[in-house]
């Protein structure tokens, strides 16, 4: 084989080791604490860390991309990112984005990032528990920081709903008895029952307010092929189960 002949075959197998390793580009919400949010000018985050780590067993890198959640969606809509994160299911979102096959119907998707729960948080003194009823909870009903979703679904029954701005802010409210209940994820409200001004001064109900599935969810204008969607799907599930990793990344945010 002459020298032309060998240089080509070098280029060749360069061309295709780079080929092998596709990268795309994943709009996350940059306030979604602590799911999903910016820290030094990074995406961070318990779903970032995640996808982080299922990527390490495929052919794939990502790029993060933090950004206002309503960009993050518009941004997927048009193609100018490949993904979104972290999405539940709707069905005016999977007119522009692909979904896993039971993202629709099950409650726990096998194909999900994380299972997300809101919790209702009251005043440790009170006598209230929270049965699954929504129509007893405690107005008015604060929210702060927290995804569109279930903001929606507490005004639809009619609940008044105030919107504390933060999750201090929505607190305070609570404190100052200017609200009767509060909406929050698990992790955040244990976080605030153990430590800083609200330490031992909620009672953090039992029951979940809501419990949904949240996806990394591909844009259908995006370059990511059937295949390259599987092959992310495909590789949750064995990060999720791997409790040594899980139990390591909760601890930095649960004191």
Known sequence: MNIGKILLAIAISVTSMEGSAKNLKICVDDEWYPYTYVQD?????????VLKKA????????????????????????????????????DS????????????NAKYSESRID?????????????YEFDGNWETIPQPVVVGGLGSSIIDDLKELGLEVLDG???IAGLRLL???????????????KIFNTSGEFKG???IHKIPLKSKSY?????????????DRQAIWSSLPRVRSDEKFMLELLKQYVH
């Open 93 to 104: 979102r999977a007119i522009f984005f692909h979904y896993p096959e039971d993202a629709g």
């Open 215 to 227: 996806h990394i969810i591909f844009s259908k204008k995006g370059s990511a092929t059937q295949k």
């Open 115 to 127: 299972q997300a729960e809101y919790v209702l948080v009251t005043f440790n003194s009170t006598t």
């Open 41 to 49: 000018a990074q995406a961070v985050g318990i779903h970032v860390a």
């Open 55 to 90: 990527l390490e067993s495929t052919s794939y890198t990502a790029d993060m991309v933090p950004l206002p959640w309503k960009r993050c969606l518009k941004q997927g809509k048009e193609g100018i990112v490949d993904a979104v994160m972290s999405a539940s299911y709707k």
């Open 175 to 189: 404190m100052k008895e200017r609200a009767a209940s509060m909406v929050l994820t698990p992790i955040r409200a």
């Open 165 to 167: 701005d933060s999750k």
């Open 201 to 203: 001064k909620l009672k």
